[in-house]
């Protein structure tokens, strides 16, 4: 027993003096390190073991609070969030309706140009009925004879010619448009000073009895010719095609209207001859 208990007792005596060795050379190497400036051993060893888990604690730490920072304020969100859906609306219709100002007085500016280009007096109208799928193409206006209007008066916009009227009464009026069939308006080529007749075809127009010999490009521009109705020199439309036949008198041209029809507002009727 006395053998077994020295045994263990110097096995403790060279743990402890190991303890104090490593301790004495941890102590050195803490002073070195101070006196040189520099992290000692156990500082270095603690930073790579504590660091990470010091930055993923407060990471963690972090998004929590965010998370109950949102959880508490989720209704003030709600509410900006919908002021400011409010805001982007209000600000879309304004700039609607800018755009649409915009429009209108480009339109009142071409007609005003279109009233100093051509003599007599004229008033502007609005459109207030267009029917697409009626048998005749033609719309109805806000002025009528009250205001000066009759059989005839013709009816332009800005771009060009839309026709002349068909009728009217004590406040409004109806035009037939120079799409319609029964339209028949004299016209010539600009550019070639070649006569026809421009007459619908519901969608289009198209510019009949052309001469022959008259030297036709696509392009080229169609106005009206001084009539019983019509003052000379008001846009029709380009020609889009030409129909050649060799055994036919004359040549035919299919026009793109000068005017939109389906986006007619504003237009000019003369009063006057």
């Known amino acids: 027993m006395v053998a077994i208990h020295s045994f263990w007792d110097e096995r403790k005596l060279l743990v402890f003096v190991a303890l104090i060795i490593v301790a004495a050379g941890v102590s050195l190497l803490e002073i070195d390190a101070a006196k040189h400036g520099r992290q000692s051993v156990l500082d270095v060893a603690a930073g790579a073991l504590f660091t990470p888990l010091q930055s993923g604690l407060t990471r963690v730490v972090d998004a929590i609070g965010t998370s109950v920072h949102d959880v508490v304020h989720s209704g003030e969100y709600a509410a ?22 915009a429009a209108e007085n480009r339109d009142l500016r071409r007609l005003l140009a279109m009233k100093q280009a051509m003599a007599g007096d004229a008033l502007v109208a ?77 969608q289009h127009a198209k510019m009949k009895y052309i001469d022959q010999n008259a030297r036709l490009q696509t392009g080229d521009i169609v106005v009206t010719g001084h009539g019983e109705i019509y003052p000379g020199g008001i846009p029709i439309g380009r020609v889009r095609e030409i129909d050649r036949k060799d055994n036919a008198l004359y040549q035919v041209a299919v026009l793109d209207p000068a005017v939109d029809f389906h986006s007619l507002v504003h237009v000019l009727v003369y009063t006057s001859p």
Do not use: C, F
């Not at 859906?85 to 649409?100: E, F, I, S």
């Open 126 to 202: 609005d459109v207030v009925g267009y029917m697409p799928e009626a048998t005749r193409r033609e719309v109805t206006i806000d002025r009528g004879s009250r205001d000066g209007v009759h059989r005839d008066s013709v009816v332009v916009s800005g771009d060009g010619l839309v026709g002349h009227v068909l009728s009217t009464g004590p406040h409004e009026a109806r035009v037939l448009l120079v799409i319609d069939p029964d339209s028949n308006v004299p016209a010539y080529l600009q550019r070639s000073r070649s006569w026809g007749i421009v007459t619908g075809t519901w």
């Open 80 to 101: 900006r969030n919908q002021a400011l859906q409010d805001k982007v609306n209000t600000l879309a219709a304004a700039n609607a309706r800018l755009q649409g100002d």
